[in-house]
Every structure is written in structure tokens, then in C-alpha cells.
């Protein structure tokens, strides 16, 4: 297919989700995964070199399409609603699911040393954490990890991504701001 | 009945200052710019209890987690005080009990941090969609599967409740199942299976009750995006995914 890379190009501007290779491959009927690999790190490379508005990102297990961050400012103002912003405590709570999965709500709380469960129940509703299964313990507590969107959302890859706890301690010898 | 008023307008909880007493204590030693290995525990329990002073004064709510961090920060500085009888000096410095959960909390301080530095998107990056491209199904449909309509799901409703014997209709005891309880069993046949017929999960109903708890427990996790209700196009066959 002499056009693969234009091909790839149509299904990703379509794709509401992240695509991934396995789901090209099929529609593709193409067996090559290097042939799509190639053509998706051209395309890239592409977008990279002409300065487009926009780039091509690894990002949930898939390949999607983004507007570039430094043109964010101009589409918030495009755009007239705002996605709801999460409060320090909702942050604060999605990065101890994010790091501590699967983790029950007692975890939260002994970290943060507060109650967590209507920031916990917020993140439900907002679908970036999501309920695992429950622990046999006693009340059968449920068990919380991230979604795909936390993925979508915070630009990651996989979880693995996620930059180690010590790498952020090493990072944060100076104080983490206080945005009070 | 002014200053009734006048009281229940300036009352504040504390949590919209601090998000618990962890966060107070990361203020505190951050503005005393001291090492959270070695915190002078005196000066940074008497200014803890100044600000619960302070906010007591303003009529702020003081929760029950901020007193229970100040008597550990009291047992604390008694401990300090007290002499060490072990001669090997190997016994444990008693501030470790505040300093290690304190030095946990701000790795997650920072971890939240370093999210909100990433490129997020429908802030910083956006598709072209925008934000509905989000909060679309994470995979799209399944192969041969397409969302099922409300009608049509109330169709397979109704097929399950002719199904039951209008005997069972007479059963008036009060029921006990909860629907918390059937969404945490969905979720463990999900969990074990990654799909199932919408019939099967009626399969094992046999009163009303139990028909309608399981009915609202698969909308209540539908709600919650937990699962995804799709129905096969050629069989119309109706399933539910893990969401």
C-alpha cells in the first residue's frame, strides 16, 4: 500500500479514541506492523518538521492527534466552556490512586490524613478513577484505580510513565508550590 | 437573632483552608523553613495550636482529624522531654512517628504536582472533537455492537419481567438485597468475564424485587460509566461490557 501513510492519516483524523496499532492493522488488513509503525513515526515527523498546529502522540495504548500546548490559549478562548478544573485535594487523591493502585479508600485517608470519600466519589463521577473490585476484608471495601481517561487526560502512555516517587522527590528538593 | 445570623455567616470550615491537619503541618514547616528530618518539635506544635487558637477564634470549624494530629504532636514534645533510658542510643527519635507519614504526603504533593505540569487535555492539548472525544467510550464499540437506545432496553426489560411467574408477584417481605451489593456482583462477573448478557444477569432473579434491584444496579453503573450497554447488530442480543 503506497498510501499507507495517508490512509493512517484519515483514520486517525476521524478516531474519537486513541487508536491503536492492533485496531489499524485490522482495518488495514495490512499484517506488516512495522509497515503502520513506520508510517505513523513519518507522520510524526512530519507534523514535527512542517510547524503544524498540531502532533501526532503516543498516548493510552494508541496514536491520536493533538493541538499543540503552546496553542492552548488561543483554543480555550475558541472554545467557551471549561472543562471543571479539580481542586488541590481532588489532585492530591488522583495522585495516590494513580501511585498506590489498587488502593482502598482506609489508604487514601491514612496518607492524607483526612476524609477522601467525597473527593474519591468526585473522581468517580468525572471517570478518572474507577471502582476494581472489593478486598475480602471485613465490609468488603472497594478497591479504586485509574481509568483510561486519567490516562487521556494527563497525556500518558501507560502507567509506567508516570514518573517514579523517588524521581519526584529528587525533582522536589525545593518546596512543592503553594498555590494558596 | 442578628448575631445568630451574623455567626452562621462567617463560618468557615477549616478544610476549605487546609486540606487536613497534614496539610497545616507541611504549611508550618515549610514556612519555618526547617528540615522535615529534624523539626523542632516545640516550636511547630505550639504554632500548630496557635493556628487551631486562631481559627477557633474566627469561628471556624476545627474537625476532629486536626485535634488528633495536635495530641500527636503533644505526646510528641513529651516524649522529647523525657530522658532516654536505652544506653545505645539505638531507641527510635519519637519525631519519626510524624516525619515519615509527613515525608509520604509530600511525595504525593508532588506527585500531583507533576500531573498538573503535564500537557492536560481540554487545557492544554485539545482533539478535534474536543471534549466529547473524552468522554466517549474509551475503546469505541465493540466489534458488531453498537449502543443500545433506552427503548430498546426497555424492551429486553419487559421480556425479563414476563419471564417471572406472577406468583412471585404476591411476595410483599421486605427486601434485604441492595443494589450496592448486585453492582459489586456485576462487577465480579465482569471482572472474571469482561462481558455478559443483559438476560443472564436476570437469570438467577426470581421475585420483582430482585428484577428491579439488578435493573437499577446495571443503570447505576452505567451512570458511573463502569459499564458499557451494547447490543450485537445482527442477533440484538443485548450485552454489557466492562465500561
Redesign the interface.
Known amino acids: 500500500m503506497d498510501n499507507l501513510k495517508a490512509i493512517i492519516e484519515s483514520l486517525l483524523f476521524v478516531a474519537e479514541t486513541p487508536l491503536k496499532l492492533d485496531k489499524i492493522k485490522s482495518v488495514l488488513e495490512v499484517a506488516d506492523r512495522k509497515a503502520i509503525r513506520d508510517a505513523l513515526s513519518s507522520l510524526a515527523e512530519e507534523y514535527e518538521s512542517d510547524n503544524r498546529g498540531f502532533f501526532l502522540t503516543e498516548v493510552a495504548g494508541g496514536f491520536q492527534i493533538r493541538t499543540r500546548p503552546e496553542y492552548g490559549r488561543w483554543i480555550r478562548r475558541l472554545k467557551e466552556t471549561r472543562p471543571p478544573r479539580l481542586s488541590r485535594a481532588g489532585m492530591e487523591t488522583l495522585a495516590i490512586v494513580a501511585y498506590k493502585q489498587p488502593v482502598l479508600r482506609s489508604d487514601v485517608e491514612f496518607i492524607r490524613g483526612v476524609d477522601s470519600g467525597g473527593t474519591l466519589r468526585t473522581l468517580l463521577e468525572r471517570g478518572l478513577i474507577r471502582i476494581m473490585g472489593r478486598r475480602d476484608l471485613p465490609g468488603r471495601p472497594i478497591i479504586y484505580g485509574t481509568t483510561r481517561k486519567f490516562l487521556e487526560i494527563f497525556d500518558l502512555k501507560d502507567l509506567n510513565e508516570l514518573p517514579t516517587l523517588k524521581e519526584l522527590k529528587d525533582l522536589g528538593e525545593t518546596w512543592p508550590n503553594d498555590s494558596r | 437573632m442578628e448575631h445568630i445570623q451574623d455567626q452562621t455567616l462567617y463560618q468557615v470550615h477549616l478544610?476549605d483552608?487546609f486540606?487536613?491537619?497534614?496539610?497545616l503541618l507541611?504549611?508550618l514547616v515549610?514556612k519555618n523553613e526547617v528540615d522535615i528530618y529534624d523539626i523542632p518539635i516545640a516550636s511547630i506544635t505550639q504554632q500548630y495550636m496557635e493556628y487551631l487558637e486562631w481559627m477557633k477564634s474566627v469561628n471556624i470549624d476545627v474537625?476532629g482529624?486536626f485535634l488528633v494530629?495536635a495530641a500527636t504532636l503533644t505526646y510528641i514534645k513529651s516524649r522529647m522531654l523525657l530522658p532516654s533510658h536505652d544506653e545505645e542510643g539505638d531507641e527510635e527519635d519519637p519525631r519519626m512517628e510524624i516525619v515519615r507519614?509527613l515525608a509520604?504526603?509530600?511525595?504525593?504533593?508532588?506527585?500531583?504536582?507533576?500531573?498538573?505540569e503535564?500537557?492536560?487535555?481540554?487545557?492544554?492539548?485539545?482533539?478535534?472533537?474536543?471534549?466529547?472525544?473524552?468522554e466517549?467510550?474509551?475503546?469505541?464499540y465493540p466489534e458488531g455492537f453498537t449502543q443500545v437506545s433506552l427503548f430498546q432496553l426497555i424492551d429486553a426489560f419487559q421480556e425479563i419481567v414476563k419471564r417471572v411467574s406472577p406468583r412471585y408477584f404476591l411476595d410483599v417481605t421486605p427486601e434485604t438485597i441492595s443494589v450496592r451489593n448486585r453492582i459489586?456482583q456485576i462487577?465480579?462477573i465482569l471482572?472474571d468475564r469482561g462481558s455478559v448478557t443483559f438476560r443472564e444477569l436476570f437469570d438467577t432473579e426470581v421475585t420483582k424485587t430482585d428484577i428491579i434491584v439488578t435493573l437499577l444496579a446495571i443503570l447505576e453503573m452505567a451512570k458511573?460509566?463502569?459499564i458499557r450497554i451494547m447490543q450485537h447488530v445482527e442477533s440484538g442480543i443485548i450485552r454489557i461490557f466492562r465500561?
Do not use: C, I, T
Not at chain 2, 486540606?19 to 496539610?23: E, F, L, N, S, V
Not at chain 2, 509520604?104 to 498538573?116: C, G, H, I, R, S
Open positions: 478544610g483552608l486540606d487536613g491537619p497534614m496539610d507541611v504549611h515549610k474537625a482529624e494530629m507519614p509520604e504526603y509530600l511525595q504525593f504533593k508532588y506527585a500531583a504536582e507533576d500531573l498538573m503535564r500537557d492536560r487535555l481540554d487545557w492544554d492539548v485539545f482533539l478535534r472533537k474536543g471534549l466529547n472525544g473524552v466517549a467510550w474509551p475503546d469505541g459489586s462487577a465480579d471482572e458511573l460509566q463502569l465500561g
